[in-house]
């Protein structure tokens, strides 16, 4: 008797497992556009759920466009976007315009909606150092390449807002790649020890790359890493925009009450290839995957729910369509009117002051320059 309640002391594998099952997918709307959760519907009013519908829409746009630009050479740089409005764009606007946001490549929709011109997001596509010049008030750091590397800048953006005393988060976005490189935890059990004010997302797409999911992680879910930094884990259904909504704002009330960090895994998927440049995804992923999750598509549940309460027409959707592509038109002719930058450019916007050793070179571009 004795030896058996030690033995249930110290069943580590039972420990494990009870974990594990804490973590089930959070869904208020299902892919048929119908509440499941009607105790967990956020408070959003007709002209809000409208937006969000809009925003979600106007990305889709951006999305196809950007690859299309891309394709005739017009844009440099492009990671598509489509299959993860939900999670990129529902859990934005969850936020406020004092929040910072702290994105990954990916992640150029969330920006935008943060107030970063359309211009300039191409021009950082383009790889135009006025790509990365954020305008005063817009509070966003330029996409970061290095996977992860944002997590541990987000603890320490977090961290900052703490110690001024702001109401504010700090919100980040990495993918399920992400969530093995070692700045991942740094970053999780950082903001977790000083209870800092912090969202970190995963949107678990599937895939980093090529690499599936389960290749990243023994666990059964990304969202219970967040228990070893002793901080609250969610995992949501990152095709539904209402549900990443709910858990974002929860999140970001907890985190402006003083309450530490969230981790938040969304369940997404991306539609397109990894990148613009030569990503094959038929090659790792088969078409009845692409099917099965194209079922679950956020617009499409987002629309039927909005149409059963008379909130949405073809003719709202119309607007929006024409209203987005009129937009990047202009956007892009700005870009095109951005004198090409200059060596000297990249010198002198480094520094305050420039080295000494690097202002002899500078002269000798400025020179060639002239010619
Ligand atoms: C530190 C580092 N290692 C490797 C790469 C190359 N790389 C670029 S994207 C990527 C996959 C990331 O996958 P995931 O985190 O799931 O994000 P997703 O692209 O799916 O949004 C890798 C390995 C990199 N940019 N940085
Ligand atoms: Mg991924």
Redesign the pocket.
């Known amino acids: 008797m004795a030896s058996k309640s030690k033995k249930a002391q110290f069943d580590a594998v039972k420990t494990l497992e009870t974990i594990e099952q804490q973590f089930e997918m959070f869904q208020i709307l299902n892919e048929n556009g119908e509440i499941v959760n009607e105790d967990a519907m956020p408070n959003l009013n007709d002209e809000q759920l409208q937006e969000l519908m809009r925003r979600m829409v106007y990305t889709r746009v951006l999305d196809q466009r950007s690859i299309s630009l891309n394709r005739q050479g017009r844009l440099g740089f492009y990671?598509p976007t489509a299959g993860?409005e939900a999670s990129q764009v529902a859990s934005h606007f969850a936020l406020e315009k004092e929040d910072y946001v702290i994105p990954?490549?990916?992640d150029v929709p969330q920006i935008i909606w943060h107030g970063l011109p359309l211009a300039q997001a191409f021009l950082f596509s383009r790889g135009h150092y006025k790509g990365n010049q954020i305008p005063e008030g817009v509070n966003i750091l330029p996409p970061q390449?290095?996977?992860?590397?944002q997590y541990v800048q987000t603890a320490g953006v977090a961290l900052g807002i703490k110690k001024r005393g702001k109401k504010a988060v700090a919100v980040t976005y990495?993918?399920?790649?992400?969530?093995?490189?070692g700045?991942f935890y740094e970053g999780i059990n950082f903001a977790g020890a000083y209870n800092a004010p912090a969202i970190f997302f995963?949107?678990?797409?599937?895939?980093?790359?090529s690499?599936p999911?389960d290749k990243?992680t023994k666990g059964a879910t990304i969202a219970q890493k967040a228990v070893s930094a002793g901080i609250p884990g969610v995992l949501v259904d990152g095709m539904d925009p209402l549900a990443v909504y709910a858990v974002t704002a929860d999140a970001r009330l907890r985190a402006v009450n003083g309450e530490g960090p969230t981790l938040i895994e969304t369940l997404c998927y991306?539609y397109g290839p990894?990148?613009m440049a030569g990503d094959d995804p038929t090659r790792y992923r088969s078409s009845e995957m692409d099917t099965e999750w194209e079922k679950k598509d956020p617009l499409v549940r987002f629309r039927k729910f909005l149409e059963g309460k008379g909130l949405w027409s073809e003719e709202k959707e119309t607007e929006v369509i024409e209203q987005a592509k009129e937009d990047i038109k202009n956007a892009i002719k700005e870009a095109d009117n951005t004198p090409k930058q200059k060596v000297t450019d990249l010198m002198s916007i480094m520094y305050e002051e420039m080295p000494f050793h690097l202002q002899e070179q500078y002269e000798i571009y400025k020179e060639k320059e002239s010619k």
């Open positions: 990671a993860q990954g490549y990916r390449i290095i996977i992860g590397a990495t993918g399920d790649g992400g969530s093995s490189q700045d995963v949107q678990n797409n599937g895939f980093a790359i690499t999911r990243q991306r990894h990148t």
